[in-house]
């Protein structure tokens, strides 16, 4: 049995691969995923603040689209609508957040 408290040996640490590259591309795919997550919990509780401080930030954002999905959101929490909204808010968070990634290398790919 392995004991929890001391230190691998060097077996087991040979054992564990190198970090590769998916790898590093699905820890900044999570920590991406995190910060999306984190900006609909706040899109829901933070009201119009919130809302302009993220289309400061994602001028691409459709307001009146993310308008509607929060009113659905907040109307009825719990419900079958609120859940669906919010599954659709961070969809387009996300999507957001790709196309703006695309447009940000495709401009320091151009020059």
Do not use: N
């Amino acid at each position: 049995m392995i004991d929890p408290t001391s230190p691998p040996s060097d077996s087991s640490a040979e054992a564990v691969p190198p970090t590769d590259e998916g790898t590093r591309a699905s820890r900044a795919r999570a920590r991406q995923d995190d910060r999306h997550e984190r900006w609909r919990e706040r899109l829901v509780s933070g009201g119009k603040d919130a809302l302009h401080e993220y289309a400061d930030e994602h001028p691409m954002a459709d307001l009146p689209q993310l308008r509607q999905l929060l009113r659905q959101a907040r109307r009825h929490p719990g419900s079958g609508k609120s859940k669906q909204a919010l599954g659709e808010l961070l969809r387009i968070i996300r999507e957001i957040s790709d196309v703006e990634a695309s447009v940000r290398r495709a401009s320091t790919s151009s020059g």
